[in-house]
């Protein structure tokens, strides 16, 4: 009879914390639905009520103390082997969300390079961080490759664009350095200079550079900055062929390798912008952060606001603390509806 009671009590405990688990999860999910940037809360809390669930049917499933005890130490040895091996295994991906999550270096929307990649963030999650390439392909690092590798993040405040050239001894370097400041200063970059980067044997190699501030478009201006090098060069005579240049055709001495010189058609507002349509997923992600950010500042005014309103000890200023509220209240409920838009429009992405 007591073996049957043990049964049915084990039973019913087991059952009770699946049951457990079967709704908290139901739950979960239907309350982070519609949260995607929350996908990394919802993770972490579904492994945590897993281990919660296997450290309470050890509790109290009916062991002897001594099995308790052994369960108890395996438990923990298995938490501990998991972690210590987690380098190369699910878990080494978890622990590096986690890190990731913590030091907060980047976000969605930023300019990052690892290894051999080069994007904009699009979407960060508890295993893997997913950016947008130059050719508009979502690519998958996972956590673990951008903690053990280094990561260059792009300043949202501006960087640096450079262009690389080779010209011959034959021209002078004054001549050169003014075309090429000229051309950066024409592609809207602040502060542009020149360096000679190297003195090679049959050429010198110069490097023209400038700031950028909007990184929104970096991919138009970096090809801004190669073409209006390439004419101010042309347009002060100077050509651009390696000084070893060799070819079969006789041609005068006096003849320059240059095109002829035609206008330049004129840019209209229908010209599409290569970062518009390159970044598109990563821009909206880039957005709906900002949003969250002014909706997460909207609702602590708020929150200072009742604490005003609560004590305001005269008319004018209770009616003054209301209507701030009510404005803040509109705010809230518009900035909701703009962050449900974003999030659907990356949804069907």
Known sequence: MDTVLVVLHSVALIAAVGFALYVGNRRLVQHYQDKTHLRFRQQLIQIGGGLLAVLLLIMFLPFNPELRSDLFSLYGLIISATIALSSTTLVGNVMAGIMLKAIGSYRPGD???????????????????????????????????????????????????????????????????????????????????????????????????????DVAHLIEKRRELRARTVDELHADGIEIVSPTFMNQRQFDSATAFIPQKTPAPAETSDTPVPDAIIFDKASKAESLEKLRKMLDETKLRLTQCEASLAEAKNEKSVQAAEKEKAKLADTIERLQAQINRQEEKIASK
């Not at 350095?177 to 200063?185: D, F, H, P, R, T």
Request: overall charge negative.
């Open 111 to 213: 300019y990052i390079t690892v290894g051999d990649y080069f994007g904009r963030i699009s979407e960060m999650d508890l295993l893997h961080t997913e950016i947008q390439t130059e050719q508009r392909d979502l690519t998958t690092l996972p956590n673990l490759y951008l903690v053990t590798n280094p990561v260059r993040v792009m300043q949202s405040s501006g960087t640096v664009l450079t262009v690389d050239l080779s010209l011959g001894y034959d021209v002078s370097r004054h001549r050169i350095e003014k075309a090429l400041v000229k051309a950066a200063s024409a592609t809207g970059l602040d502060s542009p200079f020149v360096q000679i980067v190297e003195l090679g044997d049959f050429s010198i190699s110069y490097r023209v550079s400038g700031l950028l501030t």
